[in-house]
């Protein structure tokens, strides 16, 4: 009976518009869609370590950067509530700790710094500094690992 009241509610929650955010997607998707986007900016950063010694490549930077600067606002609404890794394992690809949703200013924080640096190389790059550029390819990759190291699990 209560099962079936539930049900009812959900039914005209539905009927109304009023789906929860949460479910408004299926969060199988909602993990796969973020690790896609994780892997752009993956491919970014790979495209700046390649091109970070020679100025004639400094426009392919600003371009991974901008991905990375727009990836990196988005990135606190890729982890809505109940897509961690015990809620939705994915057959264990989901490497979202509980940790993110215990922290979640903390996460954001990280994600703004990823911003920050990635705004600082758009800039950069913009110039003809190399070397300036290849100090700044450096703080790129910790502002990864801040985040991976405290709120990912090991991938296998
Ligand atoms: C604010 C936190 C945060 C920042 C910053 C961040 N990541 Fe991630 N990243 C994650 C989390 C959490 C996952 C696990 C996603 C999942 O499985 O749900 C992930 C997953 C990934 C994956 C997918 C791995 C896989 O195959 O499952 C790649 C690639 C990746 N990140 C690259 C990067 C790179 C490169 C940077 C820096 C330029 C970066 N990330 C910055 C949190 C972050």
Same mark, same amino acid.
């Given at each position: 009976m #209560?099962?079936? *009241? ?12 009023? @789906? ?7 969060? @199988?998707? @909602?993990?796969? =869609? /973020?690790?896609? #986007?994780?892997?752009?900016?993956g491919?970014?950063?790979? /495209?700046? &370590?390649? !091109? ?13 950067? *901008?991905?990375? &600067? +727009? ?5 606190? $609404?890729w982890?809505?509530? $109940? ?6 394992? !994915?057959?264990? #690809? !989901? ?8 922290? #979640? ?6 994600a703004? &710094? ?5 705004? =600082?190389?758009? /800039? ?5 500094d !190399? +070397? ?8 790129? $990759? ?15």
């Amino acid at each position: 009976m #209560k099962i079936r *009241t539930l049900t009812l509610a959900l039914v005209a929650a539905a009927g109304l518009g009023i @789906v929860p955010l949460a479910l408004a997607q299926s969060p @199988v998707k @909602v993990h796969e =869609d /973020r690790v896609a #986007k994780m892997k752009e900016i993956g491919g970014a950063m790979g /495209r700046i &370590n390649q !091109n970070q010694k020679e100025v004639s490549a400094h426009p392919q930077i600003v371009a991974a950067a *901008t991905l990375i &600067n +727009n990836h990196a606002k988005a990135i606190p $609404g890729w982890f809505p509530a $109940g897509t961690d890794l015990v809620a939705v394992p !994915n057959g264990g #690809k !989901n490497h979202s700790k509980v940790e993110i949703w215990q922290a #979640k200013a903390e996460f954001d924080a990280a994600a703004k &710094n990823l911003e920050a640096v990635s705004a =600082d190389m758009i /800039r950069i790059a913009g110039g003809t500094d !190399n +070397n300036a550029v290849q100090e700044q390819f450096k703080k790129m $990759g910790p502002a990864c690992g801040a985040c991976h190291s405290k709120f990912r699990s090991p991938l296998q």
